[in-house]
């Protein structure tokens, strides 16, 4: 059996009046982004207030699947049959035919719901149920019709031709990615991080992402591992521009000339001022971590206020009251636990110290970011010069 089309179900409130439009493009184009990855020519259509898939003759249905329940917006994903309109008589009978095939042997309770899109048909939609209902139940000698509370809807809908569907696949929810601006994600080869991009992403911001490197304390290894996480969330996200900066010079800097209990502090707030400027060039509104109060050191609230205060943009940390665990399980739910626990050094161990400050007063960390003031300047234009730029998208295959 294969399916013709999908009917797109997606939040209807967040789309009031004028935003509908939008709201629709962006989904439509995120679709096509994801239905990229999946063999044969899909057609992605609004009609009538409605977002149909079209579907090549043969199509992997399960990755077809796969693929648009991962675009954010989408609620249901709804598989139809469509048959030409031959009359009532033969629509009844292909809707037997619909499910012999999609629910053998039924014998539960059901109601057919018919809608008419093209109002010039000649028999009205209540009756077309009915109708349709009687040979349901001539077909499955079982099954029982009960309107109020059935455990199978069978949807027909009176288009040019007839579609017919009663399965709803749970789709990602949230918001089309284009519809809500765009942010940059600091993005660590760890857990919280592409968890955090995951759900911003959801709300419908677009992402870009900035990645510290400090070879050759930090692996290539470490490196594409972080570029495998970004694919992984530009499955959701759509493609994703991640940046990757060289740190090593300003770390050397800061190992060198301040006192080693607040390195990682002050090496934060030098991640956020560069991915500060990174964002406003591209003309993202705000800046995505993976913090959590009190996870380690440098997020207790002190420490995240001290470093969210070189920051002019929001700065939004959707992970912030999440235990671990809770961020482990929403990793594995969306694919990048697996690449996050690889075992390649990150550039904040290698730097870190053994009694980090966990308390620290901005006044004290300004002062020893005075020290570097000789050269601080050139070091961060040295990062933004040399900063490469990886453009990831989910068309290529993850590495092992
Ligand atoms: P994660 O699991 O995301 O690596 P973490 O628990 O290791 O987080 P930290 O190392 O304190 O936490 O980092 C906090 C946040 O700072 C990360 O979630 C990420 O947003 C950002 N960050 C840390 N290191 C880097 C890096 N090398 N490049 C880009 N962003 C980073
Ligand atoms: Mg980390």
Redesign the pocket.
Known sequence: MTFHAFLIKYAEIAIKGKNRYVFEQALVKQMELALDNVEGDFRVVREQGRVYVYCPDEYDYEEAVTALTRVFGIVYVCPVMIYEDNGLEQTCQDVTDYMRQVHPDYNGTFKVYTRRARKSYPVGSMDVSARAGEAILDAFPQARVDVHDPELTISIEIRDRIYVYSRTIRGAGGMPVGTNGKAM????????????GYMIAKRGVEIE??????PPY?SERAKQK?VDLARLVSRFSGPIRLYV?N?TDIQLAIYEKCPHDEL?IIM?RY?MRI?EILAKKDRCLGL?????IG??A??TIQSLAVTNEVCTLPVFRP?IGFDKQE?VELSRRIGTFDT?ILPYE????IFVAKHPVTKPLLNVIQKSEGKLADVIDALMEQALSSTEVIEVSNTAPVQP
């Open positions: 994600l600091l993005l660590s080869g760890g857990i919280d991080s592409p968890v955090a992402a900035v990645y510290f490197h400090a930090t972080v900066v740190f990682t934060r991640m991915a995505i971590t993976g913090e959590s996870q380690v440098s997020q992970v961020i996050s990150d550039c904040c161990t």
